[in-house]
Nanobody
Framework: QVQLVESGGGLVQPGESLRLSCTASGVTLDYYAFGWFRQAPGKEREAVSCISVPTGRTYYAASEKGRLSISISRNNAKNTVHLQMNNLNPEDTATYYC???????????????WGKGTLVAVSS
């Protein structure tokens, strides 16, 4: 059973940075993608970024390009996906979810597993 555990959320001021992490356990295939999604209060969930494990191909939402960087690290047979977010603003306030899709898709409906989310709040 795949489990995804997010960390790194918190309260920051506008202009500051955060690094979110998501560690996956129980992954049995080598061909999959990690996605980051977010849901702000009263809004639908939206895609933020995604990375393919075998190819390293990355995706960023058009509105976020230039402020985000997604990467993967590996430790003790577990892959961890990181999302570096810079120059945060109040519109970035949301719960951020990590997801995994077997088959390398970055489409939300194709995600097979989801984490419970980590809250990011940007406020002065």
């Amino acid at each position: 059973q795949v489990q995804l555990v997010e960390s790194g959320g918190g309260l920051v001021q506008p202009g500051e940075s955060l690094r979110l992490s998501c560690t996956a356990s129980g992954v049995t295939l080598d061909y999959y993608a990690f996605g980051w999604f977010r849901q702000a209060p009263g809004k639908e969930r939206e895609a933020v970024s995604c990375i393919s494990v075998p190819t390293g191909r990355t995706y960023y939402a058009a509105s976020e390009k230039g402020r985000l960087s997604i990467s993967i690290s590996r430790n003790n047979a577990k892959n961890t996906v990181h999302l570096q977010m810079n120059n945060l603003n109040p519109e970035d306030t949301a719960t951020y979810y990590c997801a995994l899709s077997y088959g390398d898709s970055c489409v939300e409906d194709d995600m097979d597993y989801w984490g419970k989310g980590t809250l990011v709040a940007v406020s002065s």
